[in-house]
């Protein structure tokens, strides 16, 4: 599963897939991929992940794995806020809110109780800015109100959440635990515990989200053409979640990373859609597959998944990290670099904005 004997050169990339050992030419962007495999030495994270797409072509950019295992292809994290992107989805599917949608909820402050999922609320926000901020009892309430399990694993499968993600090498499939209860439904839908998620499956999200809702398959050998896979979510929803998801980088939770000591942001003025998450728990294969906060060896798993430039998206990135409760640094700011280090290398070669992965600038 993933690959293997991954060797880079100054202009391209081969590794073996599958059962094969025969190495083969791979889609890998040298310069990002090499930039992806210091970052992550660089994090310290015992357990870590980098893996970056062309958003138009499905083609994988950068595949960089840290610990014991590929853990690009492999479910081992527990998916945590990320898991907002679904309950989003789904609640923007089933027609229940907008952005603009107000919320209301009390307390939170120490995890999700029965009690706080009933009442009218003393804090209001937006939807669009609960996703943003990661407002846990927002999505938990909206949740309990409007979703079923179902609504939530179909969306799952739709998204990359649950289930393996189209891909031409093996890899592991990911899982989700929905309960049935309210109270355990309300939980998983605001990211706690709700399975395991592989890096792929976090970046085959955020690519469908970023082509209107188009589901393309993502290729790791090189030369096979972009296809299509259907649809995961219809374009006005992706557009919807587009909007939602850059409160993240302005204003929301890593806001601050995206902002530089002197004031000025990360970027300039691109447009950056993401979402991060952090869940600090056992690590799950100490727990027979199971996540929790009982037994086993701790850790602090941090997500970080995006695409820029917002507006005209080209790539894509998912970073994970598995910390020792005493971390060195977080996926958002290993993320924030990936985007920089793709960009600024564009701009030092003076590419257009078509991908170079994607020379003809395929239409969206």
């Not at 690959?3 to 050169?9: G, K, P, S």
């Not at 590794?15 to 962007?29: F, I, N, Q, R, W």
Request: hydrophobic share 40%.
């Amino acid at each position: 599963m993933g690959v293997r004997a991954l060797r880079v050169t100054d202009d391209a990339a081969f590794g073996a897939v599958g059962g094969s050992s025969k190495p083969v030419k791979l889609t890998l962007d040298p310069d990002l991929q090499r930039a992806a495999e210091r970052l992550l030495a660089r994090s310290g994270a015992v357990e870590g992940a980098i893996v970056a797409s062309d958003v138009r072509t499905g083609r994988i950019l950068a595949w960089a794995s840290r610990g014991g295992r590929d853990y690009v292809a492999t479910p081992f994290a527990p998916s945590a806020s990320l898991f907002k992107i679904i309950t989003a989805a789904a609640l923007l599917e089933g027609g229940k809110v907008t952005p603009a949608t107000r919320a209301c909820y009390t307390g939170g402050e120490r995890g999700i109780r029965a009690q706080d999922l009933e009442g009218r609320g003393a804090t209001c926000t937006t939807v669009g800015e609960a996703l943003g901020r990661s407002v846990n009892l927002v999505f938990a309430r909206l949740a309990k109100d409007h979703l079923t399990a179902d609504d939530l694993r179909r969306k799952a499968r739709d998204l990359g959440f649950a289930g393996e993600v189209p891909i031409d090498v093996p890899v592991g499939a990911s899982t989700v635990e929905i309960p049935d209860d309210p109270l355990g439904l309300a939980r998983t839908a605001a990211g706690f515990w709700s399975g395991r998620l592989s890096p792929l499956g976090a970046l085959f999200a955020m690519q469908t989200i970023a082509n209107d809702g188009e589901r393309v398959r993502l290729t790791l050998i090189d030369g096979a053409p972009r296809a299509s896979d259907g649809r995961g979510l219809t374009a006005a929803s992706a557009r919807s979640l587009r909007q939602m998801l850059q409160v993240t980088t302005r204003r929301g939770t890593c806001a601050k990373a995206f902002r530089r000591p002197d004031g000025t942001r990360a970027l300039g003025s691109m447009p950056v859609a993401a979402k991060t998450g952090t869940l600090v728990g056992a690590r799950p294969d100490a727990l027979g597959g199971k996540g929790g906060k009982a037994g086993g060896e701790a850790r602090m798993y941090s997500w970080f998944t995006a695409f820029a430039p917002a507006d005209r998206p080209e790539i894509a990135v998912a970073v994970m990290l598995g910390n020792t409760l005493k971390w060195r640094t977080k996926a958002n700011i290993v993320g924030r670099d990936v985007l920089e280090a793709y960009f600024g290398a564009r701009a030092r070669s003076g590419s257009t904005s078509r991908s170079r992965a994607d020379p003809g600038g395929a239409a969206r």
